[in-house]
C-alpha cells in the first residue's frame, strides 16, 4: 500500500507569499494520478489539479503542480486571502486504492 | 450544473442501521464511478469504496470492507452509503464523490452528511 506523506504539516505564510508543499510517495506514483484538493471548513474538498499538473475546471493558474516518481509539489504563486485552507494530496492506485495524504494547514502568518 | 446532493445528517444510537444517499444531476449518472469518502471530526480524508453505477461494479478499501455497503439506484440517479450496525466511531462526515475519467481524481464531490452516533 503506497502511503502518502505531506510536508510541512503547517505552513504560515502572508498573502502575496509563494506556497510550496510537497507530497512525497512511499513507492513510484504515475503522474497520470496524482491530484491535489483544498478544503476550507465547514466544506467539501475541491480539486485543484489532477494528472500532477492540470488544473481542474476554474482553478486560477497561481495553483500550480509538478513531479513525478515519489516526489509532487503544489505550488500557489502568489496567495489570496481564499486560498488559506488545508491541502491535501491523493493518489489512485491499482486493486484499486484512492489514497490521501494527511494534509498541510496553509494558515496566514 | 453537474453536481452531486447528499441527504441530510443524521443522529442515530450505536447499533441502529442507516442509509445515505447521493443524488447525481447535470451528467450521465451511468458513465461514472462514484466514490465515498470519510472525515473523522477533525481528521483527513479516507477512501471508503467507489461504484459505478451503470453496472453496479462496487470495489471497497480493505479498511472498509464488511463494515459498510454501497450501492446505487440508476434509475433515480442515487448512490447510498449504509450501515447494518452503527458504532460510535462511525461518527464523521461522509462524502461522496464523482471519479474524473481517467486520472483516479475526483472532480465533483457532494457537500457531505454527517453521521453522529451517541447513546
Known amino acids: 500500500e503506497i502511503v502518502l506523506t505531506q510536508s510541512p504539516g503547517t505552513l504560515s505564510l502572508s498573502p502575496g507569499e509563494r506556497a510550496t508543499l510537497s507530497c512525497r510517495a512511499s513507492q513510484s506514483v504515475s503522474s497520470s494520478y496524482l491530484a491535489w484538493y483544498q478544503q476550507k471548513p465547514g466544506q467539501a474538498p475541491r480539486l485543484l489539479i489532477y494528472g500532477a499538473s492540470s488544473r481542474a475546471t476554474g482553478i486560477p493558474d497561481r495553483f500550480s503542480g509538478s513531479g513525478s516518481g515519489t516526489d509532487f509539489t503544489l505550488t500557489i504563486s502568489r496567495l489570496e486571502p481564499e486560498d488559506f485552507a488545508v491541502y491535501y494530496c491523493?493518489?489512485?492506485?491499482?486493486?484499486?486504492?484512492?489514497?490521501f495524504g494527511q494534509g498541510t494547514k496553509l494558515e496566514i502568518k | 450544473e453537474v453536481q452531486l446532493v447528499q441527504s441530510g445528517a443524521e443522529v442515530k444510537k450505536p447499533g441502529e442501521s442507516l442509509k445515505i444517499s447521493c443524488k447525481g444531476s447535470?451528467?450521465?449518472?451511468?458513465?461514472?464511478?462514484i466514490g465515498w469518502v470519510r472525515q473523522m471530526p477533525g481528521k483527513g480524508l479516507e477512501w471508503m469504496g467507489i461504484i459505478y453505477p451503470g453496472d453496479s461494479d462496487t470495489r471497497y478499501s480493505p479498511s472498509f470492507q464488511g463494515q459498510v455497503t454501497i450501492s446505487a439506484d440508476k434509475s433515480i440517479s442515487t448512490a447510498y452509503l449504509q450501515w447494518s450496525s452503527l458504532k460510535a466511531s462511525d461518527t464523521a462526515m461522509y462524502y461522496c464523490?464523482?471519479?474524473?475519467?481517467?486520472?483516479?481524481?475526483?472532480?465533483?464531490w457532494g457537500q457531505g452528511t454527517m453521521v453522529t452516533v451517541s447513546s
Open positions: 447535470g451528467y450521465s449518472f451511468t458513465s461514472y464511478w
Open positions: 491523493q493518489q489512485y492506485g491499482s486493486s484499486p486504492t484512492y489514497t
Open positions: 464523490a464523482r471519479l474524473l475519467k481517467g486520472h483516479g481524481a475526483f472532480d465533483i
